[in-house]
């Protein structure tokens, strides 16, 4: 913000920003000041001063979500639901309004709050059982194992989960796709749709995004967008009023085009074009839209570490008896650390061009890894298929355990067993090593603060030379890549 202001004044200053543009800004904000009062009493005398129910607006909000819900298929005219009628309700979404409102709603991820965070909400499922009944409406994970006899019509709430800035980035090498990094999501549908009944999916979303597999498994399909608080707006549109007719129409457009593809580019042609959104009355079907499987988008993003000398910020460094020191980029020296009764050897040679990897010959229990103190954001490295990579050459095969562990912080990480990595036909011979980011971040590893992408820890005898080492998108899913239970 210092920046931005110091800059609008330097812009200001040499004619970039004209006066007269700034004066109109200020303009309208004291005009809406004006009309609501505030400089008629102090703020602390307003009659709505200390009363947190004066900020709820529950109408206007319920209101708000009715009309943007758009509508993208209705094939066989499923909605609105009648009075009556018995729905399966799933999906991990149908049940949670931490899921209706995302990132920076309470905490900055909205990720850790739950449905008592909200006191003045409801979720999907509480405005379906409010309009059908509590009886008409049963609640479940998934539609398996639930006889399709007791209900008539099954409705799904499914979509992103919450996010804010960089947990919710997509990085260019990943796809469109949201069964790419929701999985779950394409699961529920799948056992939805062999039921035989019809399938109502209530899609929750930021944005628009990838999502043919899903519609071809739905009977309707509703962008919800992120309704906030009020889930009870989503239900007024989708459920009849006491005559069967519809009691709210569908009134949203798209305001941006929905993606045809996977990876899609400015001059693809969009699934549902800019303004699309069907209302109760139309009856041309979508139908069964193409599937595209591209796993990735283009180059795979990468984020590099150490290649013939550190990629900062990121250092390598040797730790030994508790004491730490940077290995440097000295090419010419061999370092023997610590110098009194050393654990470590690092010498400079070469794996796939001339001084380009560094030989680590551990004499004692030591660590050799790369750290950045300022910590990388790494969760959408690993929602995009990422891999930590390293091209590495074994010149003495460990007799000893080799931890390979990725650092969060204190007392935060996680660690895998690559001694059969080391071992055997490894030596002498050079390999490309491909550790899932996605293993660490199952084992409990924090990977939205992640210090230490890369870390050997190991005893003597072992000897290995390493170079190349870097965070890699959308690398995870080949045969020579590490499996998490090693």
Same mark, same amino acid.
């Given at each position: 913000?210092?920046?931005?202001?110091?800059?609008?004044?330097?812009?200001?200053?040499?004619?970039?920003?004209?006066?007269?543009?700034?004066?109109?800004?200020?303009?309208?904000?004291?005009?809406?000041?004006?009309?609501?009062?505030?400089?008629?009493?102090?703020?602390?005398?307003?009659?709505?001063?200390?009363?947190?129910?004066?900020?709820?607006?529950?109408?206007?909000? *319920?209101?708000?979500?009715?009309?943007?819900?758009?509508?993208?298929?209705?094939?066989?005219?499923?909605?609105?639901?009648?009075?009556?009628? *018995?729905?399966?309700?799933?999906?991990?979404?149908?049940? +949670?309004?931490?899921?209706?409102?995302?990132?920076?709603?309470?905490?900055?991820?909205?990720?850790?709050?739950?449905?008592?965070?909200?006191?003045?909400?409801? +979720?999907?499922?509480?405005?379906?059982?409010?309009?059908?009944?509590?009886?008409? %409406?049963?609640? *479940?994970? +998934?539609?398996?194992?639930?006889?399709?006899?007791?209900?008539?019509? $099954?409705?799904?709430?499914?979509?992103?989960?919450?996010?804010?800035?960089?947990?919710?980035?997509?990085?260019? +090498?990943?796809?469109?796709?949201?069964?790419?990094?929701?999985?779950?999501?394409?699961?529920?549908?799948?056992?939805?749709?062999?039921?035989?009944?019809? $399938?109502?999916?209530?899609?929750?979303?930021?944005?628009?995004?990838?999502?043919?597999?899903?519609?071809?498994?739905?009977?309707?399909?509703?962008?919800?967008?992120?309704?906030?608080?009020?889930?009870?707006?989503?239900?007024?549109?989708?459920?009849?009023?006491?005559?069967?007719?519809?009691?709210?129409?569908?009134?949203?457009?798209?305001?941006?085009?929905?993606?045809?593809?996977?990876?899609?580019?400015?001059?693809?042609?969009?699934?549902?074009?800019?303004?699309?959104?069907?209302?109760?009355?139309?009856?041309?079907?979508?139908?069964?839209?193409?599937?595209?499987?591209?796993?990735?988008?283009?180059?795979?993003?990468?984020?590099?570490?150490?290649?013939?000398?550190?990629?900062?910020?990121?250092?390598?460094?040797?730790?030994?008896?508790?004491?730490?020191?940077?290995?440097?980029?000295?090419?010419?020296?061999?370092?023997?650390?610590?110098?009194?009764?050393?654990?470590?050897?690092?010498?400079?040679?070469?794996?796939?061009?001339?001084?380009?990897?560094?030989?680590?010959?551990?004499?004692?229990?030591?660590?050799?890894?790369? *750290?950045?103190?300022?910590?990388?954001?790494?969760?959408?490295?690993?929602?995009?298929?990422?891999?930590?990579?390293?091209?590495?050459?074994?010149?003495?095969?460990?007799?000893?355990?080799?931890?390979?562990?990725?650092?969060?912080?204190?007392?935060?990480?996680?660690?895998?067993?690559?001694?059969?990595?080391?071992?055997?036909?490894?030596?002498?011979?050079?390999?490309?090593?491909?550790?899932?980011?996605?293993?660490?971040?199952?084992?409990?590893?924090?990977?939205?603060? %992640?210090?230490?992408?890369?870390?050997?820890?190991?005893?003597?005898?072992?000897?290995?030379?390493?170079?190349?080492?870097? %965070?890699?998108?959308?690398?995870?899913?080949?045969?020579?890549?590490?499996?998490?239970?090693?």
């Amino acid at each position: 913000m210092e920046v931005l202001i110091a800059n609008t004044i330097a812009q200001v200053k040499s004619g970039e920003i004209p006066q007269a543009r700034i004066d109109d800004a200020v303009t309208r904000i004291l005009r809406v000041k004006l009309r609501a009062r505030l400089w008629e009493h102090k703020p602390s005398a307003s009659q709505f001063a200390g009363k947190p129910e004066s900020l709820v607006h529950r109408d206007l909000a *319920r209101r708000a979500v009715r009309e943007s819900l758009v509508l993208l298929k209705n094939d066989g005219a499923p909605l609105p639901l009648k009075k009556g009628q *018995r729905v399966l309700l799933v999906g991990k979404s149908a049940d +949670s309004i931490s899921h209706q409102t995302g990132g920076w709603s309470l905490t900055w991820q909205g990720t850790d709050n739950t449905n008592a965070d909200f006191p003045n909400a409801d +979720s999907i499922a509480a405005g379906l059982r409010e309009q059908l009944g509590e009886a008409n %409406v049963i609640l *479940r994970d +998934s539609a398996e194992g639930v006889d399709p006899a007791s209900y008539d019509v $099954v409705g799904a709430a499914i979509g992103e989960t919450p996010y804010a800035e960089t947990n919710g980035d997509i990085v260019p +090498s990943d796809t469109m796709a949201h069964s790419r990094r929701h999985p779950e999501d394409l699961a529920v549908l799948k056992a939805a749709a062999v039921t035989g009944k019809p $399938v109502v999916t209530v899609f929750l979303s930021g944005r628009a995004l990838y999502a043919n597999d899903l519609l071809n498994l739905s009977s309707s399909f509703v962008a919800a967008w992120l309704p906030g608080t009020e889930g009870k707006g989503i239900t007024d549109v989708l459920v009849a009023g006491a005559d069967g007719k519809p009691a709210h129409d569908f009134r949203g457009k798209l305001t941006f085009p929905w993606p045809a593809v996977a990876c899609p580019n400015a001059d693809s042609t969009p699934q549902f074009a800019l303004d699309s959104g069907l209302r109760y009355g139309d009856t041309k079907p979508v139908g069964t839209l193409p599937e595209d499987a591209t796993a990735s988008c283009g180059e795979a993003t990468a984020l590099g570490i150490f290649k013939q000398s550190d990629i900062a910020p990121f250092t390598l460094q040797m730790e030994a008896g508790g004491a730490t020191q940077a290995v440097g980029n000295d090419m010419n020296a061999t370092q023997r650390w610590p110098q009194a009764k050393p654990a470590l050897q690092v010498a400079t040679v070469q794996v796939n061009t001339q001084q380009d990897a560094k030989e680590v010959t551990w004499l004692a229990p030591a660590r050799f890894f790369a *750290r950045n103190p300022s910590k990388n954001n790494l969760a959408a490295m690993a929602t995009a298929r990422g891999v930590v990579q390293f091209d590495v050459v074994v010149k003495q095969a460990p007799a000893k355990p080799v931890q390979f562990t990725l650092g969060c912080g204190a007392a935060c990480g996680a660690s895998l067993d690559l001694t059969a990595t080391f071992s055997g036909d490894a030596v002498g011979r050079k390999q490309t090593v491909k550790v899932p980011l996605a293993c660490f971040g199952k084992l409990g590893a924090d990977l939205t603060g %992640v210090d230490t992408p890369f870390s050997i820890t190991a005893d003597a005898p072992f000897a290995a030379a390493f170079t190349d080492i870097r %965070v890699v998108a959308g690398a995870a899913d080949g045969a020579d890549v590490v499996k998490c239970a090693q």
